[in-house]
């Protein structure tokens, strides 16, 4: 819902920590560290287009470095604005190969943060929203000072406690959810701050639109080919022809999915038996999200938050949105289960 309250991310964050008295601000000061993270990503974001023009791209920056691409500078923004902040005992990230260690020197504490630095990157170079996701969880190790292991990290997406983006479009917003509902804050560049501007964001039962490439329909199995033919055919209770939309930056696409409802598919096929899309720091912060929301999201057979991770990057197909549509769509993705399985085993 739109609100009325003129609020900052900080004042936000200081009052949910109000309304859970034994919390310790450990958690708190991990959602400030990241806004931080995500305001210098947003700057650099918003140089980008500039930097051909005034010959910053392939030149030294004042630190006599070559300047770096997004995807490796967000990367490094988000670790050096966590890695000393006392909350965290382990991270990972789509741009490093295992796990991240939080330095000896530093404190350690009771999260893991999983996240994609910059998603979209097929988008940086034309001016398209691209975006950051992370997914925060509690470690299930002893909570005693020691480092993170891999335990710690490979948890199923329902014990997130936290999972959010930052979007980098017409003007950058930061969602998140503790798994209490869904926030929005949108960031003033004038003031340098976020302000909450949607509460407790639910999406619609039923949406007007499909979000899916197309492209890779010659590899889809039958069941998401009889599913995007029936999208397209006219019916007046369901509302449908849907109209497609896809951007191709997940982030963009769900967010487009949680405001106005519909369906986002990254399927399996006979190309990507697990779809596209990263479980750990793409698809388990964003089913969150979308769940908090009062949507669903699944593999296409199930809830998508219960795959049990067995490494960092792997992959898993995501069918969610609105409810109604979701469930419309594994009506149909029912049969590509053996397909799909057959393909696995081979
Ligand atoms: P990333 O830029 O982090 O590698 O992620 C890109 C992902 C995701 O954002 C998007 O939904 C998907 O790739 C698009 O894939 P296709 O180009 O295959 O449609
Ligand atoms: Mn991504
Ligand atoms: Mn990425």
């Known amino acids: 819902m739109p609100t009325s309250k003129l609020i900052t991310i900080e004042r936000h964050i200081a009052d949910q920590q109000h309304l859970h008295p034994e919390a310790s601000g450990e958690f708190s000061r991990l959602l ?5 993270a995500v305001r210098v990503i947003q700057r650099e974001v918003r140089r980008a287009g500039l930097a051909d023009i005034l010959g910053l791209a392939g030149e030294e920056n004042v630190h006599g470095e070559a300047v770096k691409k ?13 890695r000393y902040g006392g909350h965290l005992c382990a991270m990972a990230s789509e741009e490093s190969e295992g796990l991240i260690q939080i330095p000896e020197r530093a404190e350690k504490g009771a999260y ?26 509690h470690r299930v190790t002893p909570s005693d000072g020691t480092v993170g292991t891999m335990e710690d990290l490979l948890q199923a997406g329902y014990r997130q406690v936290a999972a959010g983006y930052a979007l980098y479009g017409s003007s950058t917003m930061l969602v998140y959810t503790t798994g209490d509902g869904v926030d929005a804050f949108t960031y003033d560049h004038t003031l340098g701050d976020f302000f909450l501007s949607a509460s407790g964001l639910r999406m619609p039962e039923r949406g007007k639109y499909y979000s899916i490439n197309e492209g890779n329909s010659i590899n889809w ?11 397209k055919q006219e019916d ?7 109209s497609l939309r896809y951007i191709g930056t997940a982030v963009a696409d769900i967010h487009r999915t949680l405001l106005y409802g519909g369906l986002f598919l990254y399927p399996a096929d006979r190309k990507s038996p697990n779809g596209k899309l990263r479980l750990m720091y793409e698809v388990n912060p964003l089913a969150m999200l979308i769940e908090q929301a009062g949507g669903m999201a699944t593999d296409g057979w199930s809830r998508v938050m219960e795959t049990q991770p067995t490494s960092l990057h792997q992959r898993v197909p995501l069918i969610c949105g609105s409810r109604l549509d979701v469930e419309d769509a594994l009506r149909f993705l029912a049969d590509d289960r053996a397909e799909r399985d057959a393909l696995i085993q081979q």
Not at 114 to 129: H, M, R
Not at 221 to 229: D, N, P, Q
């Open 221 to 231: 199995f039958g069941g998401t080919r009889r599913f995007v033919e029936y999208l």
């Open 70 to 82: 997004l995807d490796a500078l967000s990367n490094e923004t988000i670790i050096r604005a966590m």
């Open 236 to 242: 007046s209770a369901t509302g449908r022809p849907y």
């Open 32 to 36: 400030r560290d990241l806004t931080l």
């Open 112 to 137: 893991v943060l999983l996240f994609d630095p910059l998603d979209g990157s097929s988008n940086i170079d034309v001016n398209v929203t691209i975006g950051t996701i992370f997914s925060v969880l």
